[in-house]
C-alpha cells in the first residue's frame, strides 16, 4: 500500500508560503538570490520590449500580453530611476553594503528613504545589520542620483 502522505519537512525547515520580510528575514529558498529594484526591472523589461518591437518590424510575428503591458505601465510610474547610468550607479553603491541581503538592497534602490530611521521601519530586518550612519549616508547618495524629471 502506498502512503499518499506529504513528506515531513527537516526540523527548523521553512515550508513554502511561510517566507516573510519582517525583522527576520526568513525569504526560504530565496535567500541570498539577486533581486532586482524596479527600476533594475523596468530596465529590464524595457530591453525585452524594445527588442520584440524591432523583431516586429522585421516581420516576426510578436505579441505584446495585457499582462506584459500592465507590468511595463507599472513600472514607469513606479520605478525612482530611469536613466541606465543612475541605475547602475545606485545598484553599484548597494553592492558595497556587504552585510545585507540582496532583497534588502533591492528594498532600499525601491524605496528610496529620506532616513535611516524610515529605511529601518521599513526594512525591519536591516535594523542590526547597518549602522544608522551607514545607512544614512548610503540614502544620502541615493537621494543624489535620484532625479524626479529623468
Same mark, same amino acid.
Given at each position: 500500500?502506498?502512503? @499518499?502522505? &506529504?513528506?515531513?519537512?527537516?526540523?527548523? &525547515?521553512?515550508?513554502?508560503?511561510?517566507?516573510?520580510? $519582517?525583522?527576520?528575514?526568513?525569504?526560504?529558498?530565496? @535567500? $541570498?538570490?539577486?533581486?532586482?529594484?524596479?527600476?533594475?526591472?523596468?530596465?529590464?523589461?524595457?530591453?525585452?520590449?524594445? @527588442?520584440?518591437?524591432?523583431?516586429?518590424?522585421? $516581420?516576426?510575428?510578436?505579441?505584446?500580453? *495585457?499582462?506584459?503591458?500592465?507590468?511595463? %505601465?507599472?513600472?514607469?510610474?513606479?520605478?525612482?530611476?530611469?536613466?541606465?547610468?543612475?541605475?547602475?550607479?545606485?545598484?553599484?553603491?548597494?553592492?558595497?553594503?556587504?552585510?545585507?541581503?540582496?532583497?534588502?538592497?533591492?528594498?532600499?534602490?525601491?524605496?528610496?528613504?529620506?532616513?535611516?530611521? *524610515?529605511?529601518? +521601519?521599513?526594512?525591519?530586518?536591516? +535594523? @542590526?545589520?547597518?549602522?544608522? &550612519?551607514?545607512?544614512? %549616508?548610503?540614502?544620502?547618495?541615493?537621494?543624489?542620483?535620484?532625479?524626479?524629471?529623468?
Amino acid at each position: 500500500m502506498e502512503s @499518499h502522505a &506529504a513528506p515531513s519537512t527537516a526540523r527548523g &525547515a521553512q515550508k513554502p508560503g511561510d517566507e516573510e520580510a $519582517g525583522a527576520d528575514l526568513r525569504l526560504g529558498e530565496f @535567500h $541570498g538570490v539577486p533581486t532586482l529594484s524596479l527600476s533594475e526591472a523596468r530596465l529590464l523589461i524595457t530591453a525585452v520590449m524594445d @527588442h520584440r518591437r524591432a523583431d516586429a518590424k522585421k $516581420g516576426a510575428k510578436v505579441q505584446e500580453t *495585457e499582462t506584459l503591458i500592465k507590468i511595463q %505601465d507599472y513600472l514607469d510610474v513606479f520605478a525612482r530611476f530611469k536613466q541606465k547610468e543612475n541605475i547602475e550607479a545606485v545598484e553599484r553603491l548597494l553592492a558595497t553594503t556587504g552585510s545585507l541581503d540582496p532583497f534588502e538592497r533591492s528594498q532600499l534602490g525601491t524605496l528610496c528613504c529620506e532616513t535611516a530611521e *524610515e529605511a529601518k +521601519t521599513l526594512i525591519p530586518s536591516i +535594523t @542590526h545589520k547597518i549602522s544608522d &550612519a551607514d545607512l544614512q %549616508d548610503i540614502l544620502n547618495e541615493i537621494s543624489k542620483l535620484r532625479n524626479f524629471v529623468e
